[in-house]
């Protein structure tokens, strides 16, 4: 298994409470030089914000535990690529890398719908999807199909 494989493991473990909790299951988790620096899920629902995203939290947490916003040196790992929001988050956080498992063509700003890695941000992080991506897209569409059921 690889390095990616094993922490986007951690963020699928995220999507699945996210899941539990009736939140989009979108998990993430933020590791720097091997060592789990956050993990977070989606909590729009549960705190009634638009702002409750996976990434977003995980960057939050990220920070506190290093008590710097900039997040060098940091791979952020996420189950779905990330909206606008959390694109320019990514960004403005000064990350390394940025690694996600299932590609979103709606919503997606890291190379599927849009890409702000082209624009020209003094810092942007190296991007790379797919991880997992199976798995990712699975535990995305069964939430989906649960809910359409309901």
């Known amino acids: 298994m690889s390095t ?22 979108v998990g993430a988790v933020v590791v720097k030089g ?8 989606n909590t729009r629902e549960k705190n009634l914000s638009p702002t409750g995203h996976a990434e977003i939290e995980a960057l939050e947490k990220a920070a506190k ?3 710097s916003w900039k997040l060098d040196g940091c791979t952020l790992y996420v189950t779905l690529e990330p909206c606008v929001m959390c694109a320019g ?3 403005q956080s000064r990350l390394d890398r940025v690694v996600f498992g299932a590609y979103d063509r709606e919503a997606g700003c890291l190379g599927s719908m849009s890409d ?11 991007v790379f999807g797919g991880v997992l991506k199976e798995e990712c897209e699975k535990i995305l569409s069964d939430f989906f199909s649960q809910l359409r059921n309901k």
């Open 4 to 25: 990616d494989e094993k922490w986007m493991r951690e963020a699928l473990k995220e999507a699945e409470i996210a899941y539990s909790e009736g939140e989009i299951p």
């Open 34 to 41: 091997g060592t789990l620096l956050s993990s977070a899920h």
């Open 65 to 67: 535990a290093l008590e």
């Open 89 to 91: 988050a990514c960004i």
């Open 116 to 126: 702000l890695t082209i624009l020209p941000f003094e810092k942007k992080p190296y």
